[in-house]
């Protein structure tokens, strides 16, 4: 199985490289000649076809690559860990669910990708890649596209009941959709004994009681833990009694590196690594604590 | 002499619109604590109607115990902080003695219907915690505004005092505990 992981590794890499090559010596060449000849423009037609092709090439043969080592690494390590474990590479967590959040601006523009859920202590979970953004224009009439969210989405059982929704979200994310004097949104700004907690996040709820009843002492103080773990800003949506979590890596996960040679023993490691992200979730926030629970 | 009159009325004109932004803003926090005052009542009233619950399904198991003596427990409208977090003890001094008959009689302990109201009196407890941290924190930052000037000014003026706190027992600061 390694032998075949690094024969597709090699094919994606060598076909990488032809997509960087081939169109930079191409245009070279092409404006080259056209500064000579300028009818030899016409050759920009079949050039732009080369690389259509050279690109397409290279996305199969990487997809390739990409799919067998989630097979291989990522699902088995996913399976070892948690129970009932479901994956989907081509899908993700639904529009419909992150947007309902009204954590963030949705952009024109969502994907979302490996989808996996499953039970670690008995609490059911999901997560995926999740990918917003939007095309805006500047003065010049140039439009630009801007990445909103990039990172992380996670979906789990959670072990209190409440009425409310409750955002959680961490100073600095940019894409905060709350705030503005005239702001006509439901949720209310709150402050929470936790001077701490207030400075490093910003807490909105429907309902000012029900943000007390759910970020207690203790799980402020664990929320504070997670944030010291994770890589990138945090959210927190407390939603029709299940919590959402984004974490804004700025990176997928789960994706095998081209330049590394397959080591699967290491890959399993990284993937373990990627994985801590959801039994964190679950050990420090005890999501399992069934206490509260009807 | 006319820019000197504009300049003060501008002043005037500032001094005005801030007492009544300050003003405002004493408002607003106070009803707030009187908002967070009502959601003690709610939490203190739940915990009363479970707990009575729990006293009558002990009472009937344990009809000769010394420890089924509860302590009346009397919540009225209009009651002081003070009075509530005595009338709060006391449920609490009832829930410990549930708690000791309720550990004396096994198949008490085990009946689906004792179970049932001690998961209730957790949910209750933590409402509770949730309602006096809320009321304790409107509180703190009313009265911190009655000491920071300008609106000190302000308060003095409108004749407001600071407000007291909802404190419980050490133990109650933690999440709720119970053994189920």
Known sequence: ?294 | MEIVLIIVGVLVLICVISFIAISNGLNRASVKVEEADSGIDVALTKRYDVLTKMMDVVKAYAKHEKETLFEVINLRKGMSVEERIQENKKMSSNFEKIQVVAEAYPELKSSENYRTLQQAIVEVEEHLQAARRMYNANVSKFNQMLVTFPTSMIANMKGLKKKEFFQTEEVKKEDVKIDL
């Open chain 1, 1 to 294: 199985m390694e032998q075949e992981m690094e024969q597709l590794r090699k094919d994606a890499l060598k076909k990488q490289r032809i997509m960087i090559f081939i169109p930079f010596i191409s245009f070279f060449t092409v404006a080259l000649l056209t500064q000579l000849t300028p009818i030899l423009f016409v050759l920009f037609v079949p050039i732009a076809y080369v690389i259509y092709k050279v690109v397409t090439s290279f996305s199969k043969a990487n997809k390739k690559y990409q799919d067998l080592y989630k097979k291989t690494v990522v699902i088995e390590t996913f399976k070892n860990i948690f129970q009932d474990v479901n994956f989907n590479l081509d899908q993700g967590i639904s529009y419909q669910k992150i947007s309902e959040t009204k954590m963030m601006d949705m952009g024109d523009s969502f994907s979302s990708n490996d989808y996996v859920c499953g039970k670690y202590k008995d609490i059911s979970f999901e997560s995926s890649d999740v990918e917003i953004t939007e095309t805006r224009t500047d003065s010049d009439g140039d439009s630009y596209t801007v990445t909103l969210f990039r990172g992380q989405w996670y979906i789990f059982d959670f072990n209190k009941s409440f009425k409310a929704d409750l955002q959680v979200c961490e100073k600095g994310f940019s894409n905060s959709r709350r705030g503005g004097l005239f702001s006509k949104t439901p949720f209310k700004k709150v402050e929470l004994e936790d001077m701490e907690f207030n400075k490093l996040f910003k807490v909105y709820a429907q309902n000012e009681l029900d943000a007390f009843y759910v970020l207690t002492p203790n799980t402020m103080e664990n929320i504070k833990k997670l944030l010291s773990k994770i890589n990138g800003k945090l959210l927190l949506c407390f939603i029709n009694e299940r919590l959402h979590i984004g974490v804004e890596s700025n990176k997928d996960f789960y994706e095998a590196s081209l330049r590394k040679k397959v080591d699967i023993p290491s890959s399993i490691e990284k993937t373990k690594n990627e994985i801590s992200v959801i039994t964190d979730f679950i050990d420090i926030l005890r999501l399992d604590n069934d206490l509260f629970k009807k």
